[in-house]
């Protein structure tokens, strides 16, 4: 087979049969990080360094295994054909990380370019790119409707104006692009910046919190003013998934500690954590919102980076002995049947746990896609062959790209429909399920699924 | 290759080959739900509903994921008819789920339905499998022999009469039927019902105990009991497998708090468990009877469903995060060498640790099926898999049904040895035995194995 | 396909094509339990059991679950004969166990001797191996030159007087053997005999030790003497890899109450191996050596055994509960981008987290080999095939032996030589890479990145 072409992580007739009827759905997706402004500004992308690494740590984090210098991927005064060049001088070493995948992906599916990425490559690629990326169909607004976007949802802080979500609404993607909810900051008490924060969720608000009843008051306005705009989610990215039963007065003796600079325990900061989540699940559940759940990530754990580039550059792993059932079963127990969640699964290790707590809360509960550093054709292909059977695959939330970039939500969601059909297939060619039901099922996660989970 | 037909889970040809040479094996069930009572009656079956889902929580927990009404599972008020079409107007949702294939294997292996079920299929199967049930040779006691089922073993609590496991012995199925002793409900100090049970084994020893040792002795007398009724087992159902060296004075002070109602603290907890574990293990000993753990259930986590209907209803998982290790290296070394062991595994984080500690402990201590939500094709064969690269697969304990219906007994074992099949097939296949080998391994782990090791 | 033919282990064209271009590649063997002063002595190996059996407890345990006698195993007055006949008559039992695998590729690669090991063959293989190993060519120097070994590390305590490797260097092994720096038994301060060893090292420097200070002193020399002599490694064995951050005056108290034989708690302990691990990664650091930490053998955990038989006479396992992420982190940090890092994974339930970290401490910190318990076909796909989706595949470390015996050290290169090619065999089929990269990938890791990265 050759390398990305029809038969790509298709197993046999079966899965390549399926697959067909699924390649050309339109794309739902609940979650990514979607840079709402650029597309409103609907900017041509100038060169192949910006649309496939400038803003994507999953490319740095490779190739800095490469030894490619800092500089080379993270400093602005470098000229962006330098950083390409280094990139496309380690591109081969890469091979079988889905980096190389999803990269190669995007050159052949959208921009045309069949070639494969190294030193010898680096310039002719480059200047093709240039001259792909210079069409009018490669600007950002018709990329999304050429990759068939019926819905996506970017990220956002509840202190956002969404003011490029409402500019969107006066363009082509008018109805496509929407907001989710996600709290982390006003959550993340034990962060040395939460103060900070928390003034401008006051500011935002015109309010002065003198209690943590004004700070959920406060998410409470933002929230409306998300659904205003079209929000149909929140999410929450939490190593622990703390929701343990708070009391409102023990939560607001520590955010009164916290709000005067005193260093909170562990148990203090749980017990805000966990009312705070609380909190926002309500809110969730009375708009019939998906709350989701982005469980186990280990935030910034390499120093060197942390201290000279900040967050979201790479430093980022996941730790087995994460602990979900006893922090979490609390939640799922109070909003039992009144609330839409989804759990979404980083760590291999957990898969069994979260497929179980899917399974045991019902219809309303569901597991998200492979997360992050899951989201490769095998973390998903082990993830799906497993999850169903134990939960319900028709009940698993589908796809997300959870993308950087916006070029590569098309290929993320080709690898996961691959992936599905694959997995479907291998169920049929082992007479596990009859066909027309094996149809069925991958039109449902591919397409269906998210789009009514969601209501989008 | 067509829904359960012939190849159904045989990847190959090899798979095929080894398969037909087990398929038509007598069946040895060493650990089951099996309703001996019903078995004595011997009474038809009234429907379909009563066959496949009427005591199965696997079931009903799949059909909640798809939304069907809590009243059409569990409320006996409810008609089993409407029960059943609820059950088949979101059947094809369950795609993928052993359940899926299980009940489906049933209707065609036993009751000779060969169709799909769904709403356009519900009153067809209705009807064709009321009339089936109808025929003597769908009695229950028929049933067992059709499926060759040469042993099988019930799960009993101490207290239990036998009376039933007794009235067998005038039937056909003589000597086929033997009890296990499950003193989960002794060891439970930590319920709030424990206090009552024990008054019951006083009741049932007509004895009134005044130290641990009074429990203990209750114990070993129906523990003679049920050796004298045929048991060859003890069975034991725990989240942690507490197996600590205890002193009885420590125990026995847990033990009188315990019964002035007195609340107990988790190592109060943990010192009662391991102390009544270990006497067990000694009777166990004494009469070379295996001592089976099944590691890992977190049960009743879901209070809508706890609250409402009680346990074995539902809304049990397990934990990545339970230990194992600590909890039982002291007992398999102070039984070393005396006592038949059986660990089985539900949550395929654990299989490793599982693997190595029967692989470090000897010829007595033996890997049992994978179990519970662990018993699908997919897991089962992950298991098989790795657990014969660390351990000895000649040594794994075999299958057991673990079933709960009586109608399953058959397709249960029909997956495991199909799956067996398709793991030693690709053993051949990569070249990793020779073929005389594979065909010893198979037959020893579907049928000679479990016979042996339970002296059934 | 045949019992360990041409194909054995590979899927299909594509991965024996693979292959082919690997198979014949030299050996790099960066970590194994060799015996050196045998290799010196270059005495003929008497029998199969001594080649086969007489020092590898992977062997032991197998046999010990088939229920061989343990003086049939380790009672140095049982003649070898008699111990050879009791492992042939269960061996064909052990089907599925790489240990079936590798002694039958020893005979049929290395002894030409193509039989099946069973109670049959028992004196027919004995007579054929005496005779094959008396032929000068299986001299053990004879045998590293016929299986190709470039380069080799044996594992070797501080104050070994390293005579034997030195002796080497008159031989025709001159530059292939490598000590390698292990002091795990300065580390091990909760051990028994750790005062003794103490004593032992300071007799090496001939010195006294009356600060922590003297004793990472004493290390240090015995490092430099190690580096004298070829060292390019250290090497850890730990349940848990304790690397905080650690003040010299701590670790000091600590040290000063061990040596007066107090009792330490496990804080304690932890600041002592804390403190010295990172001293020992100081000095290599400064070398540019490799700092190898064999992570998460839970040791001697089976009473009988190690009462009677001591150490490393099996009872080892690990578990899925070992942390890792915080106590490693701290060290990772310290020493990033100074210091060469190379973490092997025993429980498969800790790859995903390993991958992680791997992958985010960039060019320096490497995955190895699956190890002990996990290097089987099976557990090495496994984590093959999940590694290169988190980490960088061409960043791995390559295969190491690991072997206590010399007749093994091809056998387990070419196992892992054929699930490498297997792997990449079945990245190209799904058209995830392309066939230049995919041949590059498996040459690289086969041979090239070991030798590259342990400057051999």
Redesign the interface.
């Known amino acids: ?5 029809d ?5 046999g007739d079966t899965a390549a049969e399926l697959y067909g009827q699924i390649r050309d759905l339109p794309i739902i997706d609940a979650h990514n990080h979607l840079d709402v402004k650029a597309l409103v500004s609907n900017a041509p992308f100038p060169d192949i360094w910006e649309t496939e690494a400038a803003t994507d740590h999953y490319v740095w ?2 190739l ?4 490619v210098a800092e500089a080379l991927l993270t400093d602005p005064e470098v000229p962006n054909r330098e950083k390409w060049d280094a990139m496309a001088a380690v591109f ?7 980096t ?2 999803w990269v190669h992906l995007d050159l052949k599916r959208i921009l045309g370019i069949d070639e ?1 990425i190294c030193a010898e490559n680096a310039e002719g690629i480059w200047e093709k790119a240039r001259a792909a990326l210079a069409r009018p169909e490669m600007r950002p607004q018709a990329l999304v409707q050429r990759m068939k976007v019926e819905a996506m949802c970017s990220t956002d802080d509840p202190i956002d104006s969404l003011e490029f979500h409402q500019a969107l609404q006066d363009t082509p993607l008018a109805g496509v692009v929407r907001p989710t909810f996600r709290p982390d900051r006003a959550m993340n008490v034990f962060k040395h910046d939460w103060p900070e924060y928390v003034e401008r969720l006051e500011a935002r608000v015109n309010g002065s919190f003198r209690r943590i009843g004004d700070l959920i008051e406060a998410l409470r306005v933002t929230h409306d003013y998300f659904a205003d705009h079209g929000c149909v989610a929140s999410d929450h990215g939490v190593e622990v998934p703390f929701g343990y039963d708070m009391d409102e007065e023990d939560a607001n003796e520590v955010f009164r500690r916290a709000r005067r600079g005193e260093e909170l325990e562990d148990e203090e900061v749980i017990c805000y954590m966990s009312y705070v989540l609380g909190e926002v699940a309500e809110m969730d559940a009375r708009k019939d919102w998906v709350f989701q759940v982005h469980i186990g990530a ?1 935030r910034d ?4 980076l942390y201290d000279d580039i900040g967050p979201d550059s ?8 994460t ?4 922090p979490l ?1 609390p939640l ?2 109070r909003m ?2 009144r609330l839409k969640v989804v759990l979404y699964n980083l ?7 979260l ?3 899917t ?5 309303k509960v569901n597991l998200g896609a492979a997360w992050w ?2 989201d ?4 998903m292909r ?1 993830q799906l ?2 999850v ?8 698993c939330a589908g796809m997300v790209s959870d993308s950087r970039k916006l070029l590569s939500y098309a290929s993320r969601h080709e690898v996961f429909r691959r992936t599905l059909a694959d997995v ?1 297939g291998a ?8 066909m027309a ?2 149809e ?2 991958v039109r449902h996660l591919a397409y269906e699924r998210p789009k009514q989970l969601f209501g989008l």
Chains 1, 2, 3 share one sequence.
Not at 64 to 67: A, E, L, S, V
Not at 323 to 326: A, G, R, S
């Open positions: 087979m050759a390398f990305l072409d038969r790509y992580l298709l197993s984090e490779c800095r295994k490469r030894g081969p070493d890469l091979a079988g990380n889905p190389y995948e494969l280990v754990m390499r120093d060197l790479g430093g980022d792993i996941s730790d087995h002995m602990d979900i059932v006893e079963i799922l127990n039992d049947e760590n291999p290790a957990h898969t069994a746990t497929a179980h707590l399974r045991a809360f019902g219809e550093l899951n490769s054709y095998m973390g082990r062959e497993f169903g059977t134990v939960d319900v695959l028709m009940n479907a169920l049929l060619d082992r007479g596990q399920v009859p039901v094996a069925r099922l």
